[in-house]
């Protein structure tokens, strides 16, 4: 796969951390070096190019990093690189230090980064990495599965303890606005109530059914509420319920716990994948694409159609609004999102249904 035009690439992790994105690094390090090229690690996200703080990595320098959560390269949300001058400052670095292509690890914001580095000059291949799993494009992202496994883990342990008093915890995780975390940890947990911003959520009918519930002998209830609401709405949830229903109900916001930890073998997999296909990408030559996981196959997307595809999915697009595009492409955005968001109808509608 090496183009002679390839002599060293840049990694980094911007945005949020997300466990396996130290995997995603061994992974593109280890990639580029079997294939002669040289690879720097750049410190702090886009902040190391804007301030020119690297180093070199060989094949040792990421070892035994891949059962780690965090990332070795350290992460950040940097400010002065969205200005036009912090833009010119990191393609200056690029090409100070003879770079010439990256491997972006991040969420949204750090594709738009790679596109705006890729406009520049410097060719740049995004990789998923963050809890969220709120990249459209891809069916998974990298930190996802650990961050789930996380919240299952911990809310087995308050279930245990609800049980024993026969009481109800609200328990508010991550995800910025969406709610696929919600929806799978509270299928994965057997929750009471799902409340995510994506559907609507029937409180009432939530507090009628717990109310059955304990005359049905139930003890213990958890309700998993998205972050998307804002801390005030969960914190009042667990009120109203305890008020409505009279089972004593505790509030537990997971936070930022759920953002650490060995990353699973699902996400240390995913990473050493996207890796690879990262790195093989931009030595064929390819830029301005984000790696994807579409049914079980590592792809490489256009950012531009990750990011309107994106939009398309979060409703904050019309399908009429869309430029650039053919209409086959647009009806078939149109037709994945259509997909997509039927699954996660089907999971949010299962788990209502089985939690009686
Ligand atoms: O995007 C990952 C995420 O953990 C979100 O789930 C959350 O809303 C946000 O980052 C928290 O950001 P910060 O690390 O700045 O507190």
């Known amino acids: 796969m090496a183009d002679k035009k390839f002599k060293r690439i840049g990694v980094l992790t911007s945005g949020g951390d997300a466990p396996g994105m130290n995997a995603a690094v061994r992974s593109v390090v280890r990639t580029a070096i079997q294939n002669g090229v040289e690879v720097m690690g750049i410190i702090g996200g886009y902040r190391g190019l804007v301030e020119n703080d690297m180093k070199l990595l060989d094949a040792r320098d ?54 705006d580095l890729t406009r520049r000059g410097i060719p740049c291949i995004g990789i998923p990495g963050t809890i969220d799993n709120d990249i459209s494009a891809t069916d998974y992202t990298i930190g996802y599965d650990t961050a789930m496994n996380t919240v299952v883990d911990l809310v087995d342990k308050l279930r245990d303890t609800c049980e024993s008093h026969a009481r109800c915890n609200v328990v508010e995780v991550m995800g910025r606005n969406a709610g696929y975390i919600a929806i ?32 049905a002998k139930k003890r213990n209830f958890i309700v998993i509420v998205s972050e998307a609401f804002g801390n005030e709405y969960s914190e009042n949830l667990a ?68 990011l309107t595809y994106d939009k398309l999915c979060k409703g904050k697009i019309k399908a009429e609004d869309i430029t650039g595009y053919s209409q086959e492409q647009v009806a078939k955005m149109v037709a994945d999102a259509k997909i997509r968001e039927d699954r996660m109808r089907t999971s949010y509608e299962i788990a209502s249904k089985i939690s009686i």
Request: proline share 1%; with cysteine; glycine share 12%.
């Open 184 to 215: 799978n940890t509270g299928l994965a947990t057997g929750a009471v109530g799902i409340a995510i911003e994506e559907f609507p959520f029937d409180l009432d009918g939530t507090i009628e059914k717990m109310k059955e519930l304990k005359k």
């Open 62 to 115: 990421v070892a035994n990093i891949i059962n780690h959560g965090g990332t070795m390269l350290f992460t950040d949300r940097c400010l002065e690189f969205k200005e036009e001058s912090g833009l010119q400052k990191a393609v200056a670095t690029c090409r100070e230090n003879k770079i010439d292509g990256l491997v972006c690890i991040g969420g949204d914001g750090t594709f738009r980064g790679a596109q």
């Open 239 to 306: 009120k109203r319920i305890e008020k409505e229903t009279e089972i004593e109900t505790k509030f537990a916001r997971l936070a930022h716990v759920q953002r650490g930890g060995r990353p699973t073998l699902r996400d240390r997999e995913l990473a050493s994948l996207m890796g690879y296909k990262a790195v093989e990408l931009l030595l064929d030559g390819k830029s301005n694409l984000v790696v994807c996981i579409r049914d079980e196959v590592i792809c490489g997307i256009d950012i531009e159609y990750a």
